[in-house]
């Protein structure tokens, strides 16, 4: 079982599901960004997903596409990224996954990528536009010692499901809702009966689900069909507000609260 993976297990069997916070990486700008990470990591956070910013990444609605434009504005980059991560690890124990579109990875190059992410300190990348079909392409030759973590969605089948769980590891990442990213209102049952489903194939790995979850409400009505759940719509957004790390901090102290299992 890989570290991710352990931190969540003893996360559950303590009595909580995991909470993943997503950040733009330089965002709200270069200076705060570890600021930032470090006030998530204090206000509940059991997991940072890091996301390198890109100027054409999938399914990122318009508040993740903001900050990462916010963010190229301020030529963050993958160095960038990977210098963030040290700097977070070498003052919080927390573990640390990067995210990031196949097109930048690419250009730096997949292999050293992955490499100079494991050094940084980070035990997983998500590379959500690399399919199932691509990945033993995309990865061939990769540093095997850090975790890849892939998506499910609402139209996976069940075969589908299986083999994303036997090729992940780290977590299983489910998408809640189909389109992009960002807050919502209310979710039909349709979604719960999907993510139950999910929930009962899912074997190997542990299942996170993320899209659309703002609220502490959201986590307790999602709760029991996962074992964590990923937020970041709702703590970017509040970014950006005036006192905007001490705002994302309530919100991540509440939905922390929210992810003990009653």
Same mark, same amino acid.
């Given at each position: 079982?890989?570290?991710?993976?352990?931190?969540?297990?003893?996360?559950? =069997?303590?009595?909580? =599901?995991? @909470?993943?916070?997503?950040?733009?990486?330089?965002?709200?700008?270069?200076?705060?960004?570890?600021?930032?990470?470090?006030?998530?990591?204090?206000?509940?956070?059991?997991? @940072?997903?890091?996301?390198?910013?890109?100027?054409?990444?999938?399914?990122?609605?318009?508040?993740?596409?903001?900050?990462?434009?916010?963010?190229?504005?301020?030529?963050?980059?993958?160095?960038?990224?990977?210098?963030?991560?040290?700097?977070?690890?070498?003052?919080?124990?927390?573990?640390?996954?990067?995210?990031?579109?196949?097109?930048?990875?690419?250009?730096?190059?997949? =292999?050293?990528?992955?490499?100079?992410?494991?050094?940084?300190?980070?035990?997983?990348?998500?590379?959500?536009?690399?399919? @199932?079909?691509?990945?033993?392409?995309?990865?061939?030759?990769?540093?095997?010692?850090?975790?890849?973590?892939?998506?499910?969605?609402?139209?996976?089948?069940?075969?589908?499901?299986?083999?994303?769980?036997?090729?992940?590891?780290?977590?299983?990442?489910?998408?809640?809702?189909?389109?992009?990213?960002?807050?919502?209102?209310?979710?039909?049952?349709?979604?719960?009966?999907? @993510?139950?489903?999910?929930?009962?194939?899912? =074997?190997?790995?542990?299942?996170?689900?993320?899209?659309?979850?703002?609220?502490?409400?959201?986590?307790?009505?999602?709760?029991?069909?996962?074992?964590?759940?990923?937020?970041?719509?709702?703590?970017?957004?509040?970014?950006?507000?005036?006192?905007?790390?001490?705002?994302?901090?309530?919100?991540?102290?509440?939905?922390?609260?929210?992810?003990?299992?009653?």
């Amino acid at each position: 079982m890989s570290k991710i993976a352990e931190h969540i297990e003893a996360l559950n =069997k303590k009595g909580r =599901k995991a @909470l993943t916070i997503f950040l733009t990486a330089g965002y709200p700008n270069k200076n705060s960004f570890t600021d930032a990470a470090k006030a998530a990591v204090d206000s509940g956070a059991d997991i @940072l997903e890091i996301g390198v910013p890109f100027g054409d990444s999938l399914a990122d609605g318009p508040v993740i596409q903001s900050s990462y434009y916010k963010a190229l504005e301020e030529n963050i980059n993958i160095k960038d990224v990977l210098k963030f991560v040290e700097e977070i690890k070498s003052e919080k124990n927390i573990s640390i996954v990067i995210m990031g579109s196949s097109n930048p990875i690419n250009n730096y190059g997949t =292999k050293n990528f992955i490499n100079d992410a494991k050094n940084s300190g980070a035990e997983g990348i998500i590379v959500p536009d690399v399919t @199932l079909e691509e990945y033993d392409d995309f990865f061939a030759g990769t540093n095997k010692s850090i975790d890849k973590i892939l998506l499910t969605t609402p139209t996976s089948s069940e075969d589908r499901i299986r083999s994303i769980d036997k090729m992940s590891s780290g977590f299983v990442y489910c998408v809640s809702v189909l389109g992009t990213t960002g807050v919502r209102s209310k979710f039909d049952e349709t979604v719960i009966k999907n @993510l139950a489903r999910t929930y009962s194939i899912v =074997k190997k790995n542990k299942l996170q689900i993320g899209f659309g979850i703002s609220s502490g409400e959201d986590v307790r009505r999602f709760k029991n069909y996962c074992d964590g759940v990923i937020v970041g719509s709702a703590v970017v957004k509040l970014l950006n507000e005036k006192n905007g790390i001490e705002l994302s901090s309530k919100l991540i102290s509440e939905l922390s609260n929210a992810c003990l299992i009653e």
